[in-house]
């Protein structure tokens, strides 16, 4: 019967979209069939072997980078042929959604003197002008792709569809202003301020 059980949950894995989850429960399944017989004194080297197979195989399963979950995007927006995070996040050094704490005031102000130095040349907050408007960003894109975008225009308006779309709407390539990494969180801060303020705003009423 718990060799069954092995069965069914390798065929389950070598026939879906494995995760995670799934191998951790075959092997914790194997842990506790060894255990019981163990303690029962019923383990023999005929059992033992089947077991270290069964591993192996599992194993083999979760280390294949042939696997459907690798083949295909889980987002059916994604239609670009690009992995899911850099269709949604953009190609840079942002590789991990971002942990975000309540909005930091002199982060804002830091991000707001970073946008007049090195961006406010070709945007403006509420209007197009080189480039698109600003203030709403963040409701466009989220806040790993405006950093990789930031600190990494030149690959995503090579690589990206959003950034080459950008390019052909406004015939105008994002120069790239070598800013850091924490210039880049700076302005993303002052973004979030503005963000949290039109979210804010109350529309007037039709």
């Known amino acids: 019967m718990t060799l069954l059980k092995i069965s069914v949950f390798y065929n389950q894995i070598k026939k879906s979209d494995y995760n ?13 069939i060894v255990l019981e017989r163990f303690f029962m004194k019923k383990i023999s080297f005929h059992f033992l072997s089947i077991i ?8 083999a399963v979760a280390c294949g980078g042939d696997s459907k979950s690798d083949q295909k995007s889980s987002d059916k927006s994604n239609t670009s042929g690009l992995p899911d995070w850099e269709y949604k996040n953009g190609f ?11 909005i930091d005031k002199e982060m804002v102000a830091a991000g707001e003197k ?5 961006c406010a040349s070709c945007h403006k907050l509420d209007e197009r002008y ?9 409701q466009r894109v989220t806040p790993e792709f405006f950093m990789n975008t930031v600190l990494n225009p030149d690959e995503n308006l090579q690589k990206h ?15 790239n202003q070598n800013i850091d990494l924490e210039s880049a969180r700076k302005l993303l801060e002052y973004f979030r301020l503005l963000d949290e303020e039109l979210k804010n705003t109350k529309q007037p009423t039709k």
């Open 52 to 59: 270290l197979i069964s591993l192996m195989l599992i194993l």
């Open 92 to 102: 840079g050094p942002i590789k991990k959604k971002l942990y975000l704490l309540p």
């Open 114 to 118: 970073i946008f007049e130095s090195k």
């Open 130 to 138: 080189v480039g698109p408007a600003q203030r709403n960003v963040l």
């Open 20 to 32: 995670i989850l799934q191998i951790r429960s075959v092997i914790n399944l194997i842990i506790i």
């Open 161 to 175: 569809p959003h950034s080459k779309e950008m390019l052909a709407t406004y015939m105008t390539k994002m120069t």
